[in-house]
Every structure is written in structure tokens, then in C-alpha cells.
């Protein structure tokens, strides 16, 4: 043997590297998220994530119709920047549309908007933008102002020309709604309640479920008296109480600290939190029935973390990801609840205005309820 | 509620898991008060069994009764009334010795925790360490305290399933003197073990293997009824002798016990036929003899795998 195996050999270091590759696929969940976290990181950052959203709904409130109106919202829709629907709505349904979240901007335009055009006097067209998520809004209302100077250039000709000053023809007036300072705060914060729900109740659920089988305690709990059910009740209560605790402790932090308004019901916004633990909790026991130890518990968690805080719209405009980012968006429950406590606190929303984000929540639950409930139950057979 | 003889009462008992079957077909009777061993190798049934005896497995087929229970349907009155020990150490490690009998005190809805607690400390002679963590107590006192959890609620029957493994010889001592002290006070107490020494510790035996029940009765019966004759060698060059008999007609197995040879097989002539050449090398001496718990039990063990193997090939 010569000096240099003593102190580094190829033979023994190709054994490990072997080893290790035997072991890696063996272990197929680490293996896969091995595999799997670049590729959804790289298709999400890559293609979902558009800082730029275009292609925002919008509606038109016109109470008056003119070549000019027409021009303008043609022009408009031109931009990209609007998807604006071609009937046009009370005022009453748009602004219902606006809390829903259904559209992000309502132009109005006025009853006199024509007449005080020709007249020359200073004309104006009102914008209002769901200006929760800043980020989301920001660039298009930038665009679109910058553009409202050029909008009537061609509509403006003979006796009207002498219209085309140097300033705009109009002025286009617009209204950051719920949001007026465009604070990210107050878009971040309503946010990061659901966030740190779904991180905290489906991992400390599934972690305290799967550590009781890989230690062996849970065949001990089970030959004594308790029920199945209050095992599972009695474990998870506790991550409840705490999880209501640090909402109570964030929701403060964002009256307090961070001054973001709260319009709506705190007692709906409880309820709303408790039905998104419940659903979170049943994640949670879905991952405990499927995970054999706690490492893979903690890996599935990721793997449901990881799209959930990415595609919620928490981290990016929601309306600036591509269809079928959106779509996978929709069916995460982090997606709705964060629309709901965006909703309540910032919009004062009420129960008929969060209805098409609660039920979406609810059938998540009964779905996952099914699936790990029904697997709860065998495995202890 | 039958209140009989019996402690566990099974009959033709199975178990399988997708197409792999467990238990089959076991029928085997406890007596009250006695200390049973169930014996077996590994992956015969043993604790599949045990678990279905106290209501945590429900059997495919068969039936059985736990103190006069119906195991299927009655798990709830035995899980009240029998006391579990698992395989492996079932307690809490992160909460210490207190805190865990005072949970499983509670679990079973004991009047009096406190007091019981108390007690069960004392009986242990773990006073001083109760706030220690159970994690941190060595595999001998992880056992006394995971029996005195068994006991807290006054069970009348204990089943342990290998409750020695990893335990050092003197712990094990104290720990079959305790069994004995239980059963003296109409415990039934049935114990799976690999160890022979323990075997010979219990009332009656029951040796399992392929998930069918191979022979039970008490140690001395077992060893009469046995077919096996032995042979006990001792001298020099018994290695050798062990290898030359290996896969000799009629000789089913050589087995080294320290310094001496233990030959044995079957059927007596042709064991006798098999060793008559060596019987007359002067270096050693043969003796006929009682043939050992363990060498019935490798003999049964192998006659398993010919009726298992046997079958399939049927």
C-alpha cells in the first residue's frame, strides 16, 4: 500500500459515492425533491412570475356613450395593460365586483364627460384600482396615465383640434382603493397570516402524528383505552391553540406596528382562521398517514409549503401568472384565505363578498378530509 | 362475561397482511396465573399475534377470547384490563418518569393519580429521579418503568412481548423475579422471549413458527414428548467431528454448547447408525442425554420450514 491510500484512496471514496447513490434511490421522496424543487422553481421563476402583470379585468361604468368614450376605452384596451369587459355595469355592481376581487380596475365615466370635452373644460375620467396588492396594480396604473395625454389625439380634429393642447385633453383621475398610499404592507401582512398558518399547523400536525408511530409510542397509546379520535383531537388541539394565539399576536403586530386598517368583522376573520386551520390540520394528517418517519413528513410539508406561499399570489401578482400557474393556484387553499383576510381587513368584505373564496376552502377540506381521515383510520390497523 | 380457566382462549386464529399469512390458523390456551413463554424466530407471528390477543389487530379469521372477551368485538374491556408492553420502549423519552406514569395513569381514568404515582415510585425506587427524563435511563430501567406503567392500572393479565431484549443479565434476573412476584398474586403474565434461560423460567411454553402454533406444554413435557434423541460429545477435536456429522444421514443437528457437542436427530437408528464410527474415537466421550430446550426448538423450527416449503410446493 502506498503512502497516498493511506491518507485518501479512490477505492474507498468510490465505495461511498456508490453507497450514496444507492441510498438516494432508494430514497425516493428525497430524490424527488431533489429533482422536483429546481424544476418547480425554474418553471415558476422562470415562466409563472411576471412582476408586469397585463390583462387586468376591468369594467366600465359608462353613464354616458360617445365616439369619445368609445375611442378611449378602445384605446385602452389596446394597452394590454386592461381586459375590460364590453358591457358595461351600475355602479353599485362595480364596486361589489371590486371587493369580490373579480375585476382589479372600474373606469367611470361621467354623465357630462363629452360635453365638458368639447367645451374644453377640464374633463376627467375616474379609475378605480383594487389597490391591495400594489405590486399587482402599479405598473398598469403608471402605463395607463402616462398614455392618457395621447388617448383623443386622433378623435380631436377640425373645430376640436384647438383641444389639443399640451396638456391632456382630460384628466384621469385615479383612485388607489382600500390601498391609497399603495402601502406593501398592507398587502403583505393580511398575506402572511395564512402563510405562517400553513407552515406551523401542517408541519407541527404532521411532525407530532409521525412521531409518535416512529417511536413506537402510538401502539403503546393505542393498546390503553383512548380512542383513535381523541388521540388525534387531543394532538392536535394544542397546535389550535397556539396557532390561534400567534394570529392573535400577528394581528396586533399588523394594527400596532405596521398600522394596516382593519375594516371588516374580526369575528368573521376568526372564523374564516379557524376553518383555515381546520383544513390546514387535515393536511397535516394526510402527510402523517403517508410519511413513514418525520423526515419525510417535514419533505411532503415542503412540497406542499412551497407552490402554496408561491403561487397564492403572496409572493407574486396572482393575475401575473400564467394560466395553468393559476389554475394550481386556485386549488391551494392559502390562495383563497389570503383573498378572504385581504377581503375583510382591508375591504370591510362580509360574508356574500367572501363566499366565492370560502367555498372553495371548505371543499378543500372535505376532499382532504376524505382522503386523510379514511387513511388515518387503517393505518392504525 | 365467561370468567373461566382461561386467560387467553384462541382458536384457529389468523392474520394477513395483502397475501402473506401471519397467523395461521393458531389455537393456544393460557391459563390463569401461570407465566407463559411464546416462543419463536423471528418473523413467526409473535407479536402479530400478541397484538391481536389485547384488540389492537383485528383477526382475519378464527376467534379468540382475552379474559373471557371476545377479542374482536370486546377490545375496548381488554384493553381496560390487560397491560401492553411493546417490543420497544413505548413511554415518552421527553417527559420524565413522573410525567409519563402520571399520563398513563390518566389514560386509563385512575382515581387517585397522585397516589398511584407515588406508589409506583417508591415500588421502583426511582423517587429521587423522577424528574429525570425517561430518555435518559439505561435499557434495564426503561424495562422496570415500562412494566410499572403496565401495572399502574391493575391489570390481571400482562402480555410482554421480548421485554429483555438489550437487557444486562442482572437486570433480567430482577426482572423475572418481578414476573414471578406477579404471577404469585394471580397475574396471568404471557412473555415472548428468544432466550432459552427464560424458557425455562415459564409454567408452560408455546413455540410458534410460520404463524402455526408448533408445541406447547410446560418445558419438561416438551422435552419428553420430543422425538429427539441427543447425544452429548465431549473431548478433543469436536470441530472437526461437528463438521464431519453436519448433513450426515439421520444427524438433524450439531450443535456447539461451550465445550461439548450436541448431536441429534430423529429417528434413534440412524442417528445411532451415523455416529457409531465416531463413538469409537477414544479422544472423546459420548453420552445419550436430555436433549436441550434449544435444540427442540431448532428441531421444530426446521420441521416448520419443511411443512412451510412443503406445502407450497404441493
Known sequence: MNALNRYFSLHRLLA????????????????????????????????????????????????????????????????????????????????EMLARGEVQFVLTIPPDFSR??????????????????????????????????????????????????AEAPFELVIHRRYNP???ASYNVIPGLVGVILTMTMIMSTALGLTREVERGTMENLLATPVRPLEVMIGKIMPYVIVGLVSMAFVLTAARWLFHVPFIGSLPLLCAVILLFIAANLVVGITVSSLARNQMQALQMTFFFFLPSILLSGFMFPFRGMPVWAQWIGEALPLTHFMRITRGVMLKGNGLAEIWPDLWPLLLFMLVMMALGLGRFRRTLD | MNDGALAIDLRGLTKRFGARTVVDALSMQVRRGEVFGFLGPNGSGKTTSIRMMCGLLTADGGEGHTLGWDIRREAAQIKREVGYMTQRFGLYEDLSIRENLAFVASIYGMDRTRQRVDTALERLGLQSRQHQLAGSLSGGWKQRLTLAACMLHEPRLLLLDEPTAGVDPKARRDFWEEIHRLASQGITVLVSTHYMDEAERCHRLGYIAYGRLMACGTPQELVERSALHTWQVGGEGITALAEALQGAPGVE??????????????????????????????????????????????????QAHDNFTGNRAS
Do not use: C
Open chain 1, 181 to 183: 398610499d399603495a402601502l
Open chain 1, 16 to 95: 461511498i459515492i456508490v453507497k450514496e447513490f444507492i441510498q438516494m434511490r432508494r430514497d425516493k421522496l428525497t430524490f424527488a425533491m431533489m429533482v422536483g424543487i429546481p424544476l418547480l422553481q425554474l418553471t415558476l421563476f422562470g415562466y409563472a412570475i411576471n412582476s408586469d402583470p397585463k390583462h387586468l379585468p376591468a369594467v366600465v361604468v359608462a353613464h354616458e356613450q360617445s365616439e369619445f368614450t368609445r375611442s378611449i376605452v378602445a384605446a385602452l384596451r389596446n394597452t394590454d395593460y386592461l381586459d375590460i369587459r364590453s358591457a358595461t355595469v351600475s355602479e353599485r355592481d362595480a364596486s
Open chain 1, 116 to 165: 365638458r370635452l368639447i367645451r374644453g373644460e377640464r374633463a376627467q375620467l375616474l379609475l378605480e384600482a383594487d389597490a391591495t396588492d400594489p405590486s399587482a396594480t402599479g405598473n398598469a396604473i403608471a402605463a395607463l396615465q402616462q398614455i392618457s395625454g395621447s388617448l383623443l389625439r386622433h378623435d380631436l380634429r377640425g373645430p376640436l383640434a384647438a383641444r389639443q393642447t
Open chain 2, 253 to 302: 443437528m450439531v450443535t456447539h454448547f461451550g465445550n461439548s457437542l450436541h448431536v441429534s436427530g430423529s429417528d434413534a437408528a440412524a442417528l445411532e447408525a451415523a455416529t457409531a464410527a465416531h463413538r469409537a474415537d477414544p479422544r472423546q466421550h459420548w453420552q445419550l442425554t436430555r436433549p436441550a430446550l434449544e435444540d427442540l426448538f431448532i428441531h421444530l423450527m426446521g
